[in-house]
């Protein structure tokens, strides 16, 4: 099993920045991808970004150019640095990790931090 636990969710105004951190713990060494969700009010959860084992990244279309993802794996952390927040960046955000196939495990998911950006 593999545990997450976000942090660094808040309220900012536009324009301002955030970084949020996912503490993986547990069997870590199962994770292949580590991904940020975001599922704003009356949305269903849509993908921000991911990163895999070997260091590649994806991002939405409505974030590139302003948010990073990146991994530590000693600290066994996931980060999503957010810069030129905007007021449509407001939702819950959710980390994700999900493991090699060959571990036979399901993906995991965190209780999620909100994010709030005002205008």
């Known amino acids: 099993q593999v545990q997450l636990v976000e942090s660094g969710g808040g309220l900012v105004q536009a324009g301002g920045s955030l970084r949020l951190s996912c503490a993986a713990s547990?069997?870590?060494?199962?994770?292949?991808?580590y991904s940020w969700y975001r599922q704003a009010p009356g949305s269903g959860r849509d993908l921000v970004s991911s990163i895999d084992s070997g260091g590649s990244t994806n991002y939405a279309d409505s974030v590139k150019g302003r948010f990073t993802i990146s991994r530590d794996n000693a600290k066994n952390t996931v980060y999503l640095q957010m810069n030129s927040l905007k007021p449509e960046d407001t939702a819950i955000y959710y980390c994700n990790a999900d493991p090699f196939r060959r571990y036979g495990l399901h993906e995991f998911w965190g209780q999620g931090t909100q994010v709030t950006v005002s205008s």
């Open positions: 547990g069997s870590t060494y199962s994770i292949n991808v």
